[in-house]
């Protein structure tokens, strides 16, 4: 049975940082494509960033770039998300995903992922 965990969100102000964590059972992470998404209150879930299988090839919205970081820890079967300056618009409900099939047409749609995880809540408030 897989199971994804998300830990790590908590409520933070402006301009700090958090280190979200995924950790995953029941399947082997280095053979899987991992994902990070967000569903802000009220909107639809939106892509955050992706790392591919092999590990070396990471994508991000456009708008989070330089201020996000996925990463993963196949030896531990957990993916990270290091999210640094944060902003009020960045408060949403976090889950990591994951899937073996996902192609680089896709990597950013959630249709993509079969397993997710609950999800975490970041709170980004003064």
């Known amino acids: 049975q897989v199971r994804l965990v998300e830990s790590g969100g908590g409520s933070v102000p402006p301009g700090g940082s958090l280190r979200l964590s995924c950790k995953v059972s029941g399947r082997d992470l280095s053979a899987y494509a991992v994902a990070w998404f967000r569903q802000p209150p009220g909107k639809e879930r939106e892509f955050v960033a992706a790392n591919r299988r092999s590990g070396t090839s990471t994508y991000y919205a456009d708008s989070l770039k330089g201020r996000f970081t996925i990463s993963r820890d196949n030896a531990k079967n957990t993916v990270y998300l290091q999210m640094n300056s944060l902003k009020t618009e960045d408060t949403a409900v976090y889950h990591c995903?994951?899937?073996?099939?996902?192609?680089?047409?896709?990597?950013?749609?959630?249709?993509?992922?079969?397993?997710w995880g609950q999800g975490t809540q970041v709170t980004v408030s003064s």
């Open positions: 995903a994951i899937d073996q099939g996902v192609i680089l047409s896709s990597i950013r749609l959630p249709s993509a992922y079969d397993w």
